[in-house]
């Protein structure tokens, strides 16, 4: 029997529709309001001032909806995996059923906007489950849905869900959403644009100044003078002080897309335990494609990351029926000190220049919650969900625990790479593999393309000097430190770096 295999190329199948493209910026300009960022929070922040008749410019260092919104599982849900319970331990009742409500009024806004435009963007309502095979977890469950029960969530429990899987125990929360993103997000470029908003692509920005206002300034030199910044660049490109490198930690995780023999029973679902399978469908272009998502672990760690997708790959095999498998991708997310996304004023004394990240995945809600609330504070309109995403917070528990944990996961990881003295021979380099070995006396990536080109870098991170490590699954880069991606000739994919690593000139190599 023919193995079904994975696609050669990671590659989103939200992609493959057709997104505007812009122009990089080449002079320096002046607005009220300077968005950085092109994906889903940076896009509605826009769209939101836009309406209000604010003059916004967006920029990106790369295409738009390019990042992290390029490549979700596009759920619209207030489930949030098992949180419910755990917020109401660490935050109390209150707080916790402001995050819920939160995320519902994001839902509700999006469902809106889309009714209100006609937008035809594969929008579908949807119960959303957590299971479990594990009798670990069942009380976990228990727990979770007595935490529904205190925020009145319309939910349900339930010991068998429509797909089948082998599972013990499961909760439903009803009337959740899902849709392709992108087909959602173009059309609310085109109202930007209708809306007088400025979008610039390939404009890399790279710090702020303060003369009266601030000023952005950007890789090829030029500013951008404006009232107010809101950095939606997935990790804050601008930190000030705010250490949101260590207060924040990288997970990476995959998704592959197939056809299958079955007929999909609707719903979206998610496991609670690990590793974790998260399972939804979208219409395709011919057929239904099942999305089969999860194999998250901190950036640039563990093991090889085409592992990963082979892990996700036959667990799809073993309960689809897998006719093709079409896509395969990846994403990467940043998970905060307390799983809360840091939205707001970037430090306390800096309350024109704001953040927003920290979304842990669920970034179609919580994207949307930021631009809602940032477009209100700009716009000096009360919101009744700020307080709980304020980046200044701090809950001593479990905040010091974790961020404890967090700085010595990475001084472990700075030290292993540093006394890694790999020395593998460029003689045995194949197509399209990397090694690590050392020219004139520096740990150096050689990676051979197809055309057997080799291209040779400085593994040090420029970030904050850790080491990174091969990406076999997407060929890149990665620090496992603070998650720094860097593409195989060195330039930078993902922050906090903001330089690429330094070429490494082969023809010098130490006989």
């Given at each position: 029997m023919r193995e079904i295999q994975l696609p050669s190329n990671p590659e989103p199948y939200w992609r493959e529709e057709e997104i505007p493209t812009f122009e990089p910026l080449k002079t320096s300009i002046k607005t009220e309001v300077a968005i950085v960022g092109g994906g889903i929070t940076g896009i509605t922040a826009a769209y939101l001032l836009s309406k209000q008749n604010v003059q916004v410019v967006l920029i990106d260092s790369d295409e738009i909806l390019n990042g992290t919104t390029g490549h979700t599982t596009a759920k619209i849900t207030a489930q949030h995996g098992l949180i419910y319970d755990e917020f109401i331990t660490h935050m109390g009742e209150e707080k916790t059923a402001i995050y819920y409500q939160a995320a519902m009024r994001a839902k509700e806004f999006i469902e809106k906007t889309i009714s209100e435009h006609q937008m035809d963007c594969d929008y579908e309502s949807q119960d959303a489950y957590v299971y479990t095979n594990d009798d670990h977890y069942i009380m976990q469950l228990e727990n979770e849905m007595k935490a529904y029960e205190k925020l009145s969530i319309d939910s349900e429990y339930l010991t068998e869900i429509p797909l089948k899987l082998p599972l013990k125990a499961a909760i439903k929360m009803k009337n959740q959403a899902q849709f392709h993103p992108l087909k959602y997000l173009k059309e609310l470029v085109k109202l930007c644009k209708e809306n007088g908003v400025t979008f610039y692509e390939n404009t890399p920005a790279i710090d702020i100044e303060y003369n009266k206002h601030p000023n952005i300034l950007t890789k090829d030199g030029h500013r951008i003078?404006?009232?107010?910044?809101?950095?939606a660049s997935h990790f804050p490109f601008y930190d000030k002080q705010g250490f949101y490198?260590?207060?924040?930690?990288?997970k990476r995780s995959y998704v592959v897309a197939a056809t299958s023999k079955l007929e999909y029973p609707g719903g979206m679902y998610i496991n609670a335990e690990s590793p974790t399978r998260s399972i939804r469908t979208t219409p395709g272009k011919d057929e239904p494609l099942w999305l089969i998502g999860g194999e998250g672990h901190k950036t640039g760690q563990g093991e090889s990351v085409m592992h990963h997708y082979e892990k996700l790959k036959k667990f799809s095999s073993e309960h689809f029926d897998v006719k093709e498998f079409v896509y395969r991708w990846s994403a990467q997310d940043l998970t905060t000190m307390d799983k809360v996304p840091y939205i707001g004023p970037i430090t306390k004394g800096e309350s024109n220049v704001y953040v927003a990240t920290g979304y842990r995945k669920w970034g179609m809600t919580n994207g949307t919650v930021a631009a809602m609330i940032l477009a209100d504070e700009i716009t000096n309109i009360p919101n009744d969900y700020a307080e709980i995403y304020v980046p200044s917070r701090f809950q001593?528990?479990?905040?010091?625990?974790?961020?404890?944990?967090?700085?010595?996961?990475?001084?472990?990881?700075?030290?292993?790479?540093?006394?890694?003295?790999?020395?593998?021979?460029?003689?045995?380099?194949?197509?399209?593999?990397?090694?690590?070995?050392?020219?004139?006396?520096?740990?150096?990536?050689?990676?051979?393309?197809?055309?057997?080109?080799?291209h040779a870098v400085d593994t040090t991170c420029t970030h904050l000097g850790c080491e990174v490590e091969w990406n076999s699954g997407d060929r890149s880069w990665d620090c496992p430190c603070h998650g720094s991606r860097f593409s195989y000739k060195g330039d930078v994919l993902e922050g906090p770096a903001k330089k690429p690593l330094a070429k490494v000139d082969m023809k010098t190599k130490n006989g």
């Open positions: 003078t404006c009232n107010h910044v809101i950095i490198f260590a207060r924040m930690y990288p001593p528990d479990p905040s010091v625990r974790k961020f404890i944990s967090m700085n010595a996961d990475v001084a472990k990881h700075m030290i292993k790479g540093k006394l890694d003295f790999s020395d593998n021979k460029l003689d045995e380099i194949k197509v399209d593999e990397a090694i690590v070995t050392r020219i004139n006396g520096k740990r150096t990536g050689v990676y051979k393309d197809k055309q057997d080109t080799l």
